[in-house]
Nanobody
């Protein structure tokens, strides 16, 4: 069973940047697609971005397209989310996820989340 641990969240001003990391416990992560999701207070969890197992294909939600970039380093068993031009509406708990069908949004393994707060 793959365990995922997120890091890199924090408080940032509007227009700022953060890079989230997600470290996987097992090399089997390299054969799984990966994704990032987020959940704001009082709202349902929503898709943010996904990447195929080899990193050859990515997709991003319209709300973050052009500002966020998902990537992965399979040599380090790590998934990343680079977030630029952050807005207050990006404030949420961010989760990473992985699994064979995670590129389609059906992920089997989840981290505990890292908080991102965008505020002046």
């Amino acid at each position: 069973q793959v365990q995922l641990v997120e890091s890199g969240g924090g408080l940032v001003q509007p227009g700022g940047s953060l890079r989230l990391s997600c470290a996987a416990s097992d090399y089997t992560f390299r054969s799984y697609a990966g994704g990032w999701f987020r959940q704001a207070p009082g709202k349902e969890r929503e898709f943010v971005a996904a990447v195929t197992w080899g990193g050859s294909a990515t997709k991003h939600a319209d709300s973050v397209k052009g500002r966020f970039t998902i990537s992965r380093d399979n040599a380090k068993n790590t998934l990343y989310l680079q977030m630029n031009s952050l807005k207050p509406e990006d404030t949420a708990l961010y989760y990473c996820a992985a699994g064979p069908r995670c590129f389609s949004g059906f992920c089997d393994y989840w981290g505990q989340g890292t908080q991102v707060t965008v505020s002046s």
